[in-house]
């Protein structure tokens, strides 16, 4: 299969190269903290490719940053505990935050920016996150994680019922041929996804994992986190 390409995401244009080029002339810092949330029982390893690749175009020191991990989470609950844990170490509680969501972490923050006295967030982005459950899950569901990540699952149903009432706004990033979630479910219902193909050697089978990696994409939201206005829009991706 060919590239398909995304009219409201024209990468290869003259003036989205320049924007990604002026933006990593300036580098500037973060205007909020920013909440890094790892996926389905991921080490460390890509939350922190993701950091590098964000570092290409905004200053984010460490002092700014605080990725969460869970990999021995037994459920998507399990994991927002962790993380609202590690919120509260480090004395982020009550504070404004931009929150990044890698895969079922997109979940993971949802979950928490929906509880009472949960953490405050003005912006929630996510990357490749089943937010109409995923297609993987449907197949194979090893554990308690994995089943809170299907279609129709109850921590599904109560982010769902959260949603409208949320105070943040959400970017939802996906990448064609991801047959772990779906491009076409990587956003909640009523919403699209801004998406690409990665169309990369290997990308039938790694699209999934490619998009912690993908410089346009991430290129994008770096831009979104220096409170600019993004280039991409979102729009209906191929179906799955």
């Known amino acids: 299969m060919g590239r398909i390409d995304n009219p409201d995401f024209p990468w290869e244009s003259d003036a989205f190269r320049g924007e990604v080029a002026l933006l990593r002339e300036r580098r500037p810092t973060t205007p909020r ?40 989470a037994s459920s998507v609950r399990a994991a927002a505990e962790i993380a609202s844990r590690a919120l509260a170490r480090r004395g982020w509680s009550g504070e404004e935050l931009d929150v990044i969501g890698l895969s079922m972490g997109g979940i993971v923050g949802r979950l928490l920016l929906s509880r009472e006295g949960g953490p405050r967030a003005a912006r929630l982005f996510t990357l490749a996150t089943p937010h109409r459950g995923s297609l ?29 009432k949320r105070r943040y706004e959400l970017t939802c990033y996906a990448t064609l041929r991801d047959w772990w979630v779906g491009a076409t479910r990587a956003a909640p219902e009523g919403m699209d996804p801004i998406w690409l193909d990665p169309h990369r050697p290997g990308g039938s089978l790694m699209a999934h994992f490619y998009i912690n990696t993908d410089r346009r994409i991430l290129a994008d939201l770096a831009m979104r986190l220096a409170d600019g206005q993004g280039f991409a829009r979102s729009g209906p991706p191929p179906r799955d």
Do not use: H, K, N, Q
């Not at 390893?45 to 991990?69: G, H, K, N, Y």
């Not at 569901?141 to 809170?148: E, K, M, S, V």
């Open 33 to 72: 903290r920013v909440l890094l949330l790892g996926g389905y029982r991921a080490p460390y390893i890509p939350a922190m490719l993701v950091a590098r690749e964000l570092r290409r175009f905004v200053t984010l020191p460490p002092d700014r940053l605080l990725i969460s991990c869970y990999p021995f």
């Open 136 to 164: 993987l899950s449907e197949r194979i569901r090893p554990d308690a994680a994995a089943c809170d990540l299907r279609r129709g699952s109850e921590v599904l149903r109560e982010v769902d019922a959260a949603f409208p």
